[in-house]
C-alpha cells in the first residue's frame, strides 16, 4: 500500500540578507514535523526557498553595488548552506527568480483571468484601478490605504507613498467564503488564539488589494502586460505550488504536484499569517484551486526583548553557535544543541526569548549531564559488566522493572505533543524518562548489584530494561535532536537508521534477547565551557558582521553606558586601534564626545571621529592629517525615533534616517536627553564605523555630541538651517 502524502513548507525567506537565528527557527520547526510525520509513516514533501523579489532587494543590491541578481545568488547560496548545516531535510527548495516560478505566478493569474472572463466586470476578482497608499519597504506590508503619512505598525518606520495604476485583487468579495471555510476547517489556523484573530480581522470587512506594481522593475512581469510586475505576496505565495511542480513543463513534476497539492502544512511567523489565512486562499478560491489544509504561525524569537530581526541590528547568527559548539567538544554536536534549546525553550505561537547563554546551559543540562551522561553510563556498565552484550531479561519480575518509567503512557504523550506541535512538552515528557532511569540507577546501585551474583538477573533485567527504554527515547528525540540520537543508537548495536523507525507503531521491545552485541560507547555530548563557548560564538559573530575588521570578543566596546573611561590616547597607544574613543562614556567627566554607537573601524577613524568633537586636547593625539579626517563618513540624520535601551542606564536606542537608509545607532545620552524630545531632531552621524554590539543590540554608527560642564551632559551636533537627511558633512 502505498504511503500517504503529506506536504509542508516554511515561508520564502527573503534573500536581501544572510539567515539569522530567527529564520532558522521557522525551518527547524518545520523539519521537526518533517522528520516526525515520516516516523508516522507518511510520504513528506518539505519546500523551503527564498523570496527574491521587491523593491528591498533592489535596493539591498544598489547599496553593496551589486546587481539585484547577484545579491541573491550570493544570498541564496547562504540559506541553502545553513540549513545543510542544520541538517534540514527538505525535498524541495524553491527561488522565485527560476523561470519555472515565473511560470506558475503567470498561469496561476491566467486561470483566474479566465475564469473572471464569466463575470460581470464589477464581480470579477482582478481589476485595475489607481492606487494611493503608504508602504513599509521593510516588512512589506500596506501600512494605510491613503496617502497621509503614516508609520509601519511592525517597525515604526515611515511608510512610503505609493501611487500609480495597479491590478487590484478583489478580496472584499470573498469576506463570506473565507468566514465558510474558517466555520468549516475548525484547525484552519493554529494556534487558536491567532484563528481568532484573524477570523475577526475578516469579520470586520476586507479591503480590495493591489496586487501588481508599475514603479517596481525587479520582479514577474504581468502576463501579456509588461509595464506591471508581480507585487509581492501573489509572487511570493504562488511559490508553495510552484516548488512542487505546478504548471511544469515535466511531466514527472506535474504529478508531483497532482500528488501533493494541497499542502498540509503552511507555517509561519505571526507576523505573516494574514496574508496565508486570508490573501492566500481567496487568491486560490479565485483561481478554482484546492486550498491548503492548515496554517500554522509561531511566535518570535526576541533579543533583548526585541523581534529579532537584520534592519534592527539585533541578530544572532545560526552558524557560529553550531560551529563554535563542534569546534570546543570536537564532536559534531552544535546542530542538536541549537535545535534543542530551541524547541525546548519556546511554545509554539508565543514569542520566546534567545539568550546563548540560556542555550549552553540547556546544552550542558540536559544533553551533557541528561541523555549523554545517561547513555555512556548504561553502555559502559553493559560493556564492562556482561562483555558488550545486552543482558536480556533475567529471571526477575519483568512487568514491575518495564512499568517504572510509565513508558508506553508517556509514548503516547510525546506523539500526541508532536501532533500538537508541542515540541517543548514533548520533550519534557522524553526526558522524564530519562531523569527515572537516573533516579533507578541511584536506588538501585547497580555497581553493587553486580558484587553478588545471587543479584545478577535483577542488574541483567534492570540493564535490559533502561537500554530498551533508552531505545524509545532515542526514537522519541530523533526529530529534534537527529544527529546525536543516531550515534546512540549505533553505539546501542541497532541496525540501519533510526529515522526508518515508525514512532507511531513504537513499543519497548528490540533487546528483550540476551546477546545483543553493543558498539563502542563514547561520549556524545561533551560539557562545554560557557566562558569559552561565548567568546567563541562572539568571534565567529562579528566575522560574519564584519569580514574586513573581523574583531576579537575583547575588541568590542563596552557598553557606553558602564565602561569606565579608556582616553582616546590610550586606546591608540595600546594598539587597540580607536577602539578607545568608542567605550567613552557619553557625558563622562572630560570624555571625549563622539556618543554611543559602534566602535570605529580599526583603521584608526574612529580617532580621527574622536579629535574632531572633541575639544579635549589633552587626551586626544597631537594632530592628524586630513587623510584621516577623510576617513570619517559624516552625515545629517534625522531621528525618527529614539527608546531606552533595557538594563543600561546611559544608552538610547535611536533610529536615525540618513537619507536612503533609517540606521539604528546606540547613544549614551540617556541621562541628557529624554526620548521624545530626539524625535525630528537633525544630528551628525558617523556612518562609516563598523557594527558593534551593546547589551546585545547592535549599533550602526555613531552621533556627534559636545561633552559640557562638570557632570558632562552631552549636547548634540545639530544645524541651525534647513538641511536635508543624508547630506554629508564635512
Ligand atoms: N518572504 C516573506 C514570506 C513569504 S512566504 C510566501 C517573509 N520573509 S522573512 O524572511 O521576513 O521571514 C521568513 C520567516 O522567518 C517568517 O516565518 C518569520 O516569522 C521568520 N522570522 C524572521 N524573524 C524572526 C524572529 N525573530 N523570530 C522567529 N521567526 C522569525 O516574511
Not at 533485567?461 to 537500554?467: E, G, P, Q
Not at 571621529?609 to 579626517?629: H, L, R, S
Amino acid at each position: 500500500m502505498s504511503k500517504p502524502k503529506f506536504y509542508l513548507t516554511t515561508p520564502i525567506y527573503y534573500a536581501n540578507s544572510r539567515p539569522h537565528v530567527g529564520s532558522a527557527y521557522t525551518t527547524i520547526v518545520c523539519d521537526v514535523i518533517a522528520r516526525y510525520k515520516r516516523m508516522c509513516g507518511y510520504d513528506v514533501a518539505y519546500l523551503t526557498g527564498t523570496d527574491e523579489h521587491g523593491v528591498n532587494i533592489e535596493r539591498a543590491a544598489e547599496k553593496q553595488g551589486i546587481t539585484p541578481q547577484q545579491l541573491v545568488d550570493k544570498n541564496e547560496k547562504i540559506f541553502r548552506e545553513l540549513w545543510k548545516l542544520l541538517g534540514i531535510t527538505n525535498t524541495e527548495f524553491i527561488r522565485t527568480t527560476e523561470p519555472r516560478h515565473a511560470r506558475a505566478v503567470q498561469n496561476l493569474v491566467r486561470r483566474t483571468l479566465e475564469r473572471d472572463k464569466a463575470l460581470e466586470p464589477s464581480q470579477r476578482a482582478i481589476y485595475k484601478k489607481k492606487y494611493e497608499g503608504r508602504y513599509c519597504i521593510y516588512d512589506n506590508l500596506y501600512v494605510s490605504d491613503t496617502p497621509e503619512p503614516a508609520d509601519c505598525q511592525i517597525c515604526g518606520r515611515p511608510g512610503e507613498l505609493v501611487s500609480e495604476e495597479n491590478y487590484f485583487f478583489r478580496l472584499s468579495a470573498y469576506q463570506q467564503k473565507l468566514l465558510e471555510l474558517y466555520k468549516n476547517s475548525p484547525h484552519f489556523v493554529h494556534p487558536n488564539f491567532r484563528f481568532n484573530e484573524v477570523k475577526s480581522f475578516v469579520e470586520s470587512g476586507l479591503k480590495d488589494i493591489s496586487i501588481s506594481r508599475k514603479s517596481i522593475k525587479w520582479g514577474i512581469p504581468w502576463p501579456d502586460d509588461q509595464e506591471h510586475v508581480f507585487y509581492v505576496w501573489y509572487d511570493a505565495l504562488t511559490s508553495y505550488m510552484s516548488g512542487i511542480g505546478f504548471e511544469s513543463e515535466d511531466p514527472q513534476k506535474r504529478a508531483e504536484y497532482e500528488r501533493f497539492w494541497p499542502a498540509d502544512i503552511h507555517a509561519m511567523g505571526k507576523e505573516i499569517i494574514r496574508f496565508h489565512a486570508v490573501y492566500w486562499p481567496a487568491f486560490l478560491m479565485a483561481a478554482g484551486i484546492e486550498l491548503p489544509k492548515q496554517i500554522i504561525a509561531h511566535g518570535w524569537l526576541l533579543f533583548e526583548q526585541e523581534k529579532m530581526s537584520k534592519s534592527k541590528g539585533n541578530v544572532a547568527y545560526p552558524e557560529p553557535i553550531v560551529k563554535a559548539f563542534d569546534e570546543i567538544t570536537g564532536a559534531k554536536v552544535g546542530n542538536d544543541a541549537l535545535r534543542y534549546y530551541l524547541m525546548r525553550e519556546t511554545v509554539l505561537g508565543q514569542d520566546g526569548n534567545f539568550s546563548r547563554e540560556a542555550l549552553i546551559t540547556r546544552y550542558n543540562a540536559d544533553l551533557a549531564n541528561g541523555l549523554g551522561n545517561l547513555a555512556s553510563r548504561l553502555l559502559t556498565m553493559i560493556e564492562k559488566y556482561f562483555d558488550g552484550r545486552i543482558p536480556g531479561l533475567g529471571e526477575s519480575d519483568e512487568a514491575s522493572i518495564a512499568g517504572w518509567a510509565g513508558v508506553s503512557e508517556k509514548t503516547g504523550n510525546v506523539l500526541k505533543a508532536y501532533d500538537e506541535f508541542q515540541f517543548a512538552r514533548a520533550i519534557e515528557e522524553i526526558w522524564r524518562l530519562i531523569t527515572e532511569i537516573d533516579q533507578v540507577i541511584t536506588k538501585l546501585k547497580p555497581w553493587k548489584l553486580y558484587e553478588d551474583p545471587a543479584d545478577h538477573p535483577v542488574l541483567k533485567s534492570f540493564l535490559t530494561v533502561a537500554a530498551m527504554i533508552l531505545r524509545v527515547v532515542l526514537v522519541l528525540a530523533y526529530p529534534v535532536i537527529p544527529d546525536a540520537t543516531q550515534r546512540i543508537w549505533e553505539q546501542l548495536g541497532q541496525p540501519g537508521k533510526l529515522a526508518a523507525i515508525r514512532m507511531d507503531q513504537l513499543n519497548l521491545g528490540g533487546l528483550e534477547q540476551p546477546g545483543m552485541r553493543i558498539g563502542k560507547p563514547e561520549g556524545v555530548f561533551p560539557r562545554i565551557d560557557k566562558k569559552e563557548a561565548l567568546e567563541r560564538i562572539e568571534t565567529m559573530e562579528n566575522e560574519i558582521r564584519n569580514p574586513a575588521t573581523a574583531g576579537k570578543p575583547g575588541s568590542t566596546p563596552a557598553d557606553a553606558s558602564t565602561t569606565t573611561t579608556k582616553t582616546p590616547a590610550e586606546g591608540a597607544s595600546t594598539g587597540t586601534s580607536a577602539a578607545g574613543a568608542a567605550a567613552i562614556p557619553a557625558g563622562a567627566p572630560g570624555a571625549g564626545t563622539p556618543v554611543g554607537g559602534a566602535a570605529p573601524a580599526a583603521s584608526g577613524a574612529g580617532a580621527a571621529a574622536v579629535a574632531t568633537a572633541a575639544g579635549t586636547a589633552t587626551t586626544v593625539p597631537a594632530k592628524i592629517g586630513i587623510e584621516d579626517f577623510a576617513k570619517v563618513e559624516l552625515r545629517v540624520g534625522v531621528v525618527k525615533s529614539a527608546e531606552k535601551v533595557a538594563g543600561a542606564d546611559k544608552l538610547l536606542k535611536v533610529m536615525v534616517d540618513i537619507g536612503d537608509e533609517v540606521r539604528q545607532v546606540l547613544a549614551g545620552i540617556a541621562t541628557s536627553y529624554a526620548p521624545e524630545e530626539l524625535v525630528g531632531r537633525k544630528v551628525v552621524v558617523v556612518t562609516n564605523l563598523a557594527p558593534r554590539k551593546m547589551r546585545g543590540v547592535e549599533s550602526n554608527g555613531m552621533l556627534l555630541a559636545a561633552s559640557a560642564g562638570p557632570d558632562g551632559k552631552a549636547v548634540l551636533c545639530t544645524f541651525a538651517e534647513e538641511i536635508p537627511a543624508g547630506a554629508k558633512v564635512k
